[in-house]
C-alpha cells in the first residue's frame, strides 16, 4: 500500500481536479509532491477528520488552528500556490456538490475517510466564535469587537509596534512602520482640515493614536469611541502620559449612541467594516447627523471586488469564525453611493492598496519575530490566526483581490460652498 503521503496527494488531486502544487508530509513521515516546493505538513490523522466534517475552507482553517496543519518554507509563497485552488476558484467553479457527482472524485472521498480513521469529529479550536444569528445589533457588534480586539493589548504590541494603529500606514520608499503609520494619521488630519480648537469624533478609535495625534499635532479637541474595554483603558493611559486630558475623551460607547454633536470632522479608520450591509446606511445617516454643514468625514475603508451576482457574496469562513466575526466587504462603488445616499458630497476617493500589503508583511515580521512571546500573550492557535490572516491578506492586496480607499466626503451646506479648495490633493 502505498504511504501516507502519496495517497493524500493522489485525493486532494482528484478532488481539486488539478495537480498539487505544494509538497506535502504526513504523519508517518512519508514525503509527496514537487521537492523544492513549500510543505503542507499533515501532523496527523485529524487534520484529515476536521477537513471531511467541515468541508472547504472552514475545515481548513480548524486545522490550522489547531496546529494539525502547519507549513514549513514560506508561508507567503505556500498560500500563492495554493490560493488558486482553495480561495481563487471563479464563481463558474464547480461546487462540492457538483464535484461529488463525478465517481472519482466520490472514490477519492472514500480513500480519505479511510486514510482519517474513525469518523469523529473534533471540537473546533476554542479561538472559533459562533456566528450570530442576528448580525449588527448593539450586542451581537460588541461581542465581536472584544472577540476581535481584547486579545491583549501587549499581543497588539508585538504586532503593530510602537505606533499602535491597526489599519493601513502609508508608505514612502524608505519609511519605517511607525513613520508611515504617523504619515497616514498626518494625511487624514490634512484631509479633514484640521486645526486649533475644531471637535474631531473618531469613530472606533482603537487604541487612541488618531485621537492622540489630531490633539498633540493639530490642536484638535477630539472624542474617541470604541467598543473594546481593553482598548479604552489603553488609550486613556496614552492620553493621560501625553498630557492631553483636556482635549481628548476616550469613551466606551456605540457609534449610534453618540448625541454631542456637531463635530467639524469625523474620522472613521478601519471600523466601517464592522456595520454590515445591511447596517451601513444607518451608519452613514448616523455620522452625518452628527457632522455640522460643512463638516468633512474620512471614511478609511477596505473593500473587495464587486460580484456578477452580488446576492451572492458570502463573508469569508476562515475570517468570519476567528477573525473579524460578522465583518462584511463591500465594493468601493457601494460606499460611496452608501454615503452619497445619507446626504454627503463625495469629494474624493484615494486607493491605497498597495500600502496595506506592505504593512501586512511588516506585522507579520514583528509577529514572527517574536513569535514564543506571542504565544504565551494568548494561544498557540490564536497567535496562528493572526500570522494565516495577516499573511493571506497582503496576498490579497498585492493581488488586487481586495483593496482600501479612502473616501473624502462633506455635508455640503445648502449655499453648496463645500468649504475645500480647488484643486484636489490640498487638503487645508
Known sequence: MADAASRLRSVAEQVLGAPLPVRLRAWDGSQAGPPDAPTLVVRNRRALRRMLFKPGELGM???????????????????????????????????????????????????????????????????????????????????????????????????????????????????????????????????????????????????????????????????????????????????????????????????????????????????????????????????????KPGGRLLNHQIARRPQRDESAYDVDDFIDAYVFPDGELAPIGTTVTQLERAGFEVRDVESIREHYARTLRRWVLNLEGDWARAMRLTSPGRARVWRLYMAASALAFEHNRIGVNQVLAVRTPESGASGLPLRTRTWN
Open 61 to 291: 482553517a480548524r486545522a490550522w488552528v489547531s496546529g494539525d496543519l502547519d507549513i514549513e518554507g514560506d508561508l507567503y509563497s505556500a498560500l500563492a500556490a495554493m490560493s488558486g485552488l482553495i480561495w481563487e476558484r471563479d464563481e463558474g467553479g464547480r461546487t462540492l456538490a457538483q464535484a461529488l457527482r463525478d465517481p472519482g472524485v466520490r472514490a477519492a472521498v472514500r480513500e480519505l475517510l479511510r486514510l482519517a480513521g474513525p469518523p469523529l469529529p473534533p471540537a473546533p479550536p476554542r479561538e472559533e466564535m459562533r456566528r450570530h444569528r442576528h448580525l449588527h445589533t448593539r450586542h451581537s457588534d460588541k461581542q465581536a469587537i472584544s472577540h476581535h480586539y481584547d486579545v491583549g493589548n501587549d499581543f497588539y504590541e508585538i504586532v503593530l509596534g510602537p505606533s499602535m494603529v491597526y489599519s493601513c500606514a502609508y508608505w514612502e520608499d524608505d519609511s519605517t512602520l511607525e513613520t508611515a503609520q504617523r504619515d497616514k494619521l498626518e494625511l487624514v488630519c490634512a484631509k479633514l482640515g484640521l486645526t486649533p480648537g475644531r471637535r474631531l469624533l473618531d469613530v472606533g478609535c482603537g487604541w487612541g493614536s488618531m485621537a492622540i495625534h489630531a490633539a498633540r499635532d493639530h490642536g484638535a479637541s477630539v472624542v474617541g469611541v470604541t467598543l473594546s474595554q481593553e482598548q479604552a483603558a489603553y488609550a486613556r493611559k496614552r492620553v493621560a502620559d501625553e498630557g492631553l486630558t483636556d482635549r481628548v475623551e476616550i469613551r466606551v460607547q456605540d457609534y449610534r449612541d453618540v448625541r454631542d454633536g456637531p463635530y467639524d470632522a469625523i474620522s472613521s479608520i478601519g471600523m466601517a467594516e464592522h456595520v454590515g450591509a445591511e447596517r451601513y446606511l444607518e451608519y452613514a445617516r448616523s455620522l452625518y447627523g452628527l457632522l
